[in-house]
């Protein structure tokens, strides 16, 4: 079993703060390192340490698939960590920390039991053993594909809703599955997945030269959870925690994020009405038919056009 983190980043500070935390080296058998920064600024004396110029190099002509000043410049991450071989790649945000030595120790193997050992059986009422609930043998969901961490510290909330003051205290929820049918918004600071939903997990194009910020990792779930759900996938959502310190400013990723939220409205729209097929029997070819039809879906921005010729090229990649 091979592991590797994605951590994309701009903040030396935070970013060697996040190493000592967590001590990666003992927990990874992969740790890459994306700086968001046309030139690496800093050297860290890590071997899988890259910035726009390595990708460029590495890509060449397919490489403005990959977003700039915006965390879904993970993305490279993410393929080169599917290209080293892993088997679980997992990914945070540079201000996430473990909240106490435990989780610390625990993370990896909290997510990769969400994989592998999310049972078929649970409470009508979480933590109650209520009539019916078998003693012995609760099954396992064997097609659990992608393991969504949550966090305690600062939400997840989008500017607006960080601005209004309205912020109430969180209360985490058990692991659970998501319900067919439904989605919710995925987080990607806190996220883990099987080597073969990568094609999934496309951060989608934002930040520098692009329509909208802010909004990768949302809509990469939108694509993620329409393809599971045809598939017969599942995607849990809740362990392992970790702490969000919130790095940064609400004011700014109010510019950011203010032409995003209205096509936030429309966008999971537009994917739930792609048809997929029985011809689409696996996540790549789920993934190929989706940017197919972006590629020919017309928008005020002309983004999906746009974004179904970025996810062809991310197939193409996945598959050489």
Not at 221 to 246: C, E, N, Q, V
Not at 289 to 308: P, Q
Request: proline letters at 4%; glycine letters at 6%.
């Amino acid at each position: 079993m091979k592991t590797a983190l994605v951590i994309p980043t701009i903040r030396e500070n935070c970013l060697r703060d996040f190493m000592s935390k967590w001590n990666v080296s003992n927990k990874f058998d992969e740790f890459i390192v994306i700086e968001d920064n046309p030139k690496k600024t800093f050297n860290l004396n890590i071997k899988n340490h890259y910035s726009w110029e390595e990708i460029d190099k590495d890509l060449g002509k397919d490489s403005w698939i990959i977003s700039r000043k915006d965390s879904s410049v993970r993305s490279y991450g993410l393929l080169l960590a599917y290209k080293l071989g892993a088997d679980y790649i997992f990914t945070l945000d540079d201000d996430c920390y473990p909240i106490n030595e435990v989780d610390n120790c625990e993370f990896v193997n909290n997510h990769i039991d969400n994989l592998i050992n999310t049972p078929k059986w649970v409470e009508a009422i979480p933590n109650q053993r209520t009539r019916g609930l078998p003693y012995f043998n609760k099954g396992v969901n064997k097609n659990v594909v992608m393991s969504v961490g949550l966090w305690e510290g600062v939400p997840d909330y989008d500017s607006i809703q960080t601005l209004s003051g309205e912020n109430q205290k969180i209360s985490l929820p058990e692991t659970k599955v998501l319900p067919v049918g439904q989605y919710t918004p995925i987080c990607g600071m806190n996220l883990c997945f099987r080597r073969d939903f990568l094609p999934a997990c496309y951060w989608l194009l934002q930040g520098q030269g692009q329509c909208f910020q802010r909004f990768d990792d949302i809509w990469m779930g939108i694509i993620a959870k329409k393809i599971a759900d045809h598939l017969g996938f599942s995607i849990t959502m809740g362990k392992p925690y970790i702490y969000h310190s919130r790095a940064s400013d609400p004011m700014t990723n109010l510019v950011k994020e203010a032409p995003g939220i209205k096509f936030n409205e429309i966008f999971w729209e537009i994917i739930e009405n792609i048809k997929l097929t029985k011809e689409n029997y696996d996540t790549l070819n789920c993934m190929k038919t989706i940017g197919s039809v972006l590629t020919e879906t017309k928008d005020e921005f002309g983004y999906c056009n746009k974004l179904g010729k970025a996810i062809t090229v991310w197939c193409k990649l996945i598959g050489n």
